[in-house]
């Protein structure tokens, strides 16, 4: 079946510092979408992307669909301790209805 | 302008018995989505239903699991007979067109099987 592969699965950063993470599939996919989900709560939607190599921004948030349409980056600059949580990319893939979710990437920021 | 709501929050079960999971999709929204997740997992697609259809089932178990989502009313989740293995958060997402557009996430409801 398909698989998506998310990296890194956790990291510890500094208050101020820039983060990056990113997702990877071995099929193509025709939507990513970037979510944050809180302890106890469902996945809040940050960022979709519908077309390979857009490139897209949400306040300290930035994301770009890859040309190959295998991959996606999440960027999150100027960190603060709010941005604590976990993110999760999710690819549709094609000529399916069902999201592919991978496998979250837990940010912890040091004050 | 009220989110996806899923009630109950929390649900407490003993082996064998049945489990009802409730999902009011936003408003305007006819699409949607039930998920499952594990601890410090991500979430499994289980079903992706419109008014009156269920256009995939194909993350569903094949028994003991059913999915509606009426004319009327909010989508149901029913989980008869349940296990431990049962226990999980299940998350309901609506979308206004299904498809490829984004999905708009409940609180989900937190499955216990004693």
């Known amino acids: 079946g398909q698989q998506l592969n998310q990296s890194p699965q956790s990291m510890f950063i500094q208050e101020g510092e820039d983060v990056s993470m990113n997702c990877t599939s071995s099929?193509?996919?025709?939507?990513w979408l970037w979510y944050k989900q809180d302890p106890g709560e469902g996945p809040v939607l940050l960022i979709a992307?519908?077309?390979?190599?857009e490139l897209t921004s949400n306040g300290r948030l930035t994301a770009q669909f890859g040309i190959t349409r295998k991959d996606s980056f999440l960027n999150i600059s100027a960190s603060i301790p709010s941005d604590v949580g976990i993110y999760f990319c999710?690819?549709?893939?094609?000529?399916?209805?069902?999201?592919?979710f991978g496998t979250g990437t837990r940010l912890k920021v040091l004050a | 302008n009220a989110g996806v709501m899923q009630n109950p929050r929390h649900l407490v079960r003993r082996r064998g018995q049945e489990a009802r999971l409730r999902c009011s999709p936003m408003?305007?929204?006819?699409?949607v989505y039930w998920y499952r997740q594990l601890p410090e997992e991500g979430l499994k697609f289980m079903v992706y239903l419109q008014k009156e259809n269920i256009i995939d089932e194909s993350g569903m178990p094949k028994e003991r699991f059913s999915a509606e989502f009426p004319k009327e009313g909010p989508s149901i989740l029913r989980i008869q007979q349940v296990v431990r293995g049962d226990s999980a958060a299940y998350f309901c997402?609506?979308?206004?067109?299904?498809?490829?557009?984004?999905?708009?996430f409940g609180p989900g409801t937190r499955l216990t099987v004693l």
């Open positions: 997402a609506s979308s206004p067109l299904g498809g490829d557009h984004e999905q708009f």
């Open positions: 999710a690819g549709q893939v094609s000529g399916t209805y069902k999201y592919i």
């Open positions: 099929s193509i996919f025709n939507t």
């Open positions: 992307l519908y077309k390979a190599g």
């Open positions: 408003k305007g929204h006819s699409h």
